[in-house]
C-alpha cells in the first residue's frame, strides 16, 4: 500500500532527461548530509552522502552539491529511468558524535518520470 | 534488501490495544535507530540505542512508547494503549557511521 505522501512537491521528468532535486537545510552547524530514495511500501534507501568540507560529490548517474552559504543541498540524476521513481528526502546530521549520528530529515519530493 | 529486518510488515490493531514491534539490524552495527513517518512527511526521530544502552529519546515519544534492545543485538518497540493518531510507518534502521540503513517498516493502522 501507499506508505509515502500523497501530497509532495512533485517533479515530472522524461525519460532520458537529467532532474534536478532541491533541499533547504536547516542547521548551519550540520556538517553532514545524504539523500534517500523511497519507493511506496519500502523503507528509505541510501543514494549518496557528502561532509560538509566538501562541495560536489559523484556516484553513478547521481551528484550530489552542497552550497553552505545558503544552505542548499541539491541531487542531480542523469539521465533518469522509470525505476527513477520514488519519493526522495534529504537529510542532515548536526554532529555525529554530541547527537548520536541523528539524521533529520526534510520534506520530500516525488518524482515522476514518464516514457 | 538492507539487511535491516522488520517484523511485521503490517498492523492493524483497535484503539486501546498494545502492540509490539520487532527490528533485527545488520549485525556488525551496534547503532539502532527507530523513526516514524506519516503520510507526506519525512521520518521523524523517536529513539535511539548504542548496544544496549538507549540514548536519547524525542519528545515524540510519549510515555505510551517503550523500546528495548536488551542484548544490543534486535530491539523492540512496544505502544500501549494505541491511539488513532499511533497510526504511522514505524521505521528502524541501524548504522555503524553516519550512513544510516533503513528496514522496510512496520505500516501500523489503528481503528
Known amino acids: 500500500g501507499e506508505s509515502v505522501g500523497l501530497h509532495l512537491p512533485t517533479l515530472s521528468v522524461q525519460e532520458g532527461d537529467n532532474s534536478i532535486i532541491n533541499c533547504a537545510y536547516s542547521n548551519s552547524a550540520s556538517d553532514y548530509f545524504i539523500w534517500y530514495k523511497q519507493e511506496s511500501g519500502k523503507g528509505p534507501q541510501f543514494i549518496i552522502d557528502i561532509r560538509s568540507n566538501m562541495d560536489k560529490r559523484q556516484g553513478q548517474r547521481v551528484t550530489v552539491l552542497l552550497n553552505k552559504t545558503v544552505k542548499h543541498l541539491s541531487l542531480q540524476i542523469a539521465a533518469t529511468q522509470p525505476g527513477d521513481s520514488a519519493v526522495y528526502f534529504c537529510a542532515e546530521n548536526i554532529s555525529p558524535e554530541a547527537a548520536g549520528n541523528k539524521l533529520t530529515f526534510g520534506g520530500g519530493t516525488r518524482v515522476l518520470v514518464k516514457p | 534488501d538492507t539487511g535491516v529486518s522488520q517484523d511485521p510488515r503490517h498492523k492493524i490493531t483497535k484503539r486501546g490495544q498494545n502492540v509490539t514491534f520487532r527490528c533485527d539490524p545488520i549485525s556488525e552495527h551496534n547503532r539502532l535507530y527507530w523513526y516514524r513517518q506519516t503520510l507526506g512527511q519525512g521520518p521523524e526521530f523517536l529513539t535511539y540505542?548504542?548496544?544496549?544502552?538507549?540514548?536519547?529519546k524525542s519528545r515524540l515519544l510519549s510515555d505510551r512508547f517503550s523500546a528495548e534492545r536488551p542484548k544490543g543485538s534486535f530491539s523492540t518497540l512496544e505502544i500501549q494503549r494505541t491511539e488513532q493518531g499511533d497510526s504511522a510507518m514505524y521505521l528502524c534502521?541501524?548504522?555503524?557511521?553516519?550512513?544510516?540503513?533503513f528496514g522496510s517498516g512496520t505500516q501500523l493502522s489503528v481503528l
Open positions: 540505542f548504542q548496544n544496549e544502552a538507549q540514548l536519547e
Open positions: 534502521a541501524s548504522g555503524d557511521s553516519e550512513k544510516l540503513f
